[in-house]
């Protein structure tokens, strides 16, 4: 099994910036892809940004310019750069993990979360 804990999280006005960490543990080696997800109140949970083993990267078009993630592999660690944080932003976001078990069987797994808050 993986563990994901995620820490970087809290209040910033708007305009300002964050930087989250996630750090995975345990059965890592069959992980390929680990991203953010977010969800605000009243609304679903989106993809923010992902980042696959071979570098890859993905972003919802909201964010583009403004956030970005990366990797420190010899941590085990994906980071999200967040920059110019707006209000409807404040949310729980969220580590997110794919796993490719032995078995050929997707597995996720999902850190705890952390509160951003983005006050106007």
């Known amino acids: 099994q993986v563990q994901l804990v995620e820490s970087g999280g809290g209040l910033v006005q708007a305009g300002g910036s964050l930087r989250l960490s996630c750090s995975a543990s345990?059965?890592?080696?069959?992980?390929?892809?680990m991203g953010w997800y977010r969800q605000a109140p009243g609304k679903q949970r989106e993809l923010v940004a992902r980042?696959?083993?071979?570098?890859?990267?993905n972003y919802v078009d909201s964010v583009k310019g403004r956030f970005t993630i990366s990797r420190d592999n010899a941590k085990n660690t994906v980071f999200l750069q967040m920059n110019d944080l707006k209000p409807e932003e404040t949310a729980v976001y969220s580590c997110?993990?794919?796993?490719?078990?032995?078995?050929?069987?997707?597995?996720?797994?999902w850190g705890q979360g952390t509160q951003v808050t983005v006050s106007s």
């Open positions: 997110h993990a794919r796993e490719l078990s032995t078995t050929l069987s997707w597995y996720d797994y």
């Open positions: 980042i696959t083993n071979g570098g890859s990267t």
């Open positions: 345990g059965s890592i080696a069959r992980i390929k892809a």
